[in-house]
């Protein structure tokens, strides 16, 4: 197997101390910074591959000129699940590896696009929020479905989009359909990038298909990894 990334030594091993450290680290999330403009500079993607039988995750960092969408470069990195399974705090099971392979580049990474949630989280810390702090990096959150929040269909056009709202009925991202009359992808703010800037980098990244480029790159990389890891 590949060298495992350590855990680092004062991570919380329980519930109670993982929640004290998103109470701890989430009044530093930076939501007002417009962030770097579209389709200029470096964009890279981020996202993880479990095997839980074996207790190992694999983490990619793919970089991209965000002009062209060509890959710029790439890197991996495979560790130890660094925490069980809890709903709204699975950042805490992946971020030692994915800061691993984020490390690991040489380029950039200019804005980081993960595949999960920023400020749209039940306690409003969500992954990409929680990487954003602890790098400083502008970062931004693209997922797949809208965990536990509502929304009213947005329109079946490119580019509409509609309020992702809590229990309460704060917005806290947004449905943006990024090709026609396809299910929308659910955006929200990580740190450093505004909601207007999210969505405009999310249309960005998606010239042709559902998900982001950044996140479709990384997807495909960090299972080759994982395989390559488990490998006898």
């Known amino acids: 197997m590949a060298t495992l990334t350590e855990i680092p030594e004062d991570w919380p091993v329980d519930e109670a101390g993982a929640l004290a450290v998103q109470d701890a680290l989430r009044g530093r999330v930076v939501l007002d910074e417009p962030g770097p403009p579209p389709g200029t500079g470096l964009v890279t993607g981020v996202d993880v591959a479990y095997d839980?039988?074996?207790?190992?995750?694999a983490a990619a960092a793919v970089v991209l000129d965000a002009a062209t969408l060509e890959v710029v470069e790439e890197s991996t990195a495979v560790g130890r699940v660094a925490f069980p399974y809890v709903p709204g705090l699975l950042a805490f099971r992946e971020i030692p590896t994915v800061l691993a392979a984020l490390g690991a580049l040489t380029a950039g990474p200019g804005l980081v696009v993960c595949d999960g949630y920023g400020l749209a989280h039940p306690r409003r810390f969500g992954l990409a929020a929680h990487l954003g702090v602890l790098t400083g990096l502008p970062v931004i959150g693209v997922a797949k479905n809208p965990f536990t929040f509502t929304y009213?269909?947005?329109?079946?056009?490119?580019?509409?989009s509609s309020a992702l709202l809590d229990a309460d009925g704060l917005e806290v991202g947004r449905a943006v359909r990024t090709q026609p009359a396809v299910k929308p992808v659910f955006v929200s703010v990580g740190h450093r990038v505004d909601l207007a800037g999210a969505c405009a980098h999310t249309l960005a990244l998606t010239p042709r298909y559902r998900l982001p480029e950044t996140t479709r790159r990384a997807d495909a990389l960090c299972r080759e990894a994982l395989r390559t890891a488990l490998r006898p």
């Not at 839980?52 to 995750?57: G, K, L």
């Not at 009213?152 to 509409?160: S, V, Y």
């Open 52 to 57: 839980d039988e074996r207790d190992v995750v």
């Open 152 to 160: 009213e269909q947005p329109g079946a056009g490119r580019g509409e």
